[in-house]
């Protein structure tokens, strides 16, 4: 496993999204220079920070730390193995890292860019059912809406 330090996760979360740290910060709840400092490592976010973090970034707590903690193998730790929902992470970084994705996906909420790289991952009925079910709820949306007013 490739275990690189919290910081330099949180720097390449950032980057990979095209945010600077002043958004991240600022959707955090917290100052710039603090930020800064959760990814330089002079300071280590507080459980309240990690999950706003990982909540920002629309993954669990579980998914950002996965990797960052070397762990002793001499010494059993008595936790269920990890899941697969990780796994993945490290390609959707990788893909939105990419100039094409960054330019496509600059303007676009982390929820939306979520969404497009899984679509892509599957087939193309797939992505017609997954369609037609949008299309169900956004009728099931607007008829709520409508019968709210």
């Known amino acids: 496993m490739n275990h690189t ?3 330099e996760k949180l720097k390449e979360l950032r ?3 095209g945010y600077k740290q002043v958004d991240v910060a600022s959707a955090i709840g917290v100052a710039r220079q603090t930020y800064s400092n959760y990814e330089n490592g002079s300071r ?3 459980p309240e920070m990690l999950y706003k973090i990982a909540a920002f970034y629309n993954i669990s707590v579980n998914d950002l730390l996965r990797g960052t ?3 002793d193998p001499e010494i059993y730790y ?3 193995p990890p899941s697969e929902s990780g796994s993945g ?3 959707y970084i990788t893909y939105l890292k990419k100039p094409a994705n ?3 996906f600059k303007n676009l909420p982390n929820v939306e860019r979520e969404l497009i790289y899984y679509f892509e991952q599957i087939d193309r009925l797939d992505q017609w059912e997954l369609l037609e079910f949008a299309k169900i709820l956004a009728k099931k949306r607007t008829g709520r809406q409508v ?3």
């Open 69 to 71: 903690v070397a762990l």
């Open 147 to 149: 019968s709210e007013e």
């Open 5 to 7: 330090g919290l910081p």
């Open 102 to 104: 960054k330019e496509r």
């Open 44 to 46: 280590t976010p507080n």
């Open 89 to 91: 992470l490290d390609d």
């Open 78 to 80: 008595e936790a269920p």
């Open 15 to 17: 980057e990979a999204h």
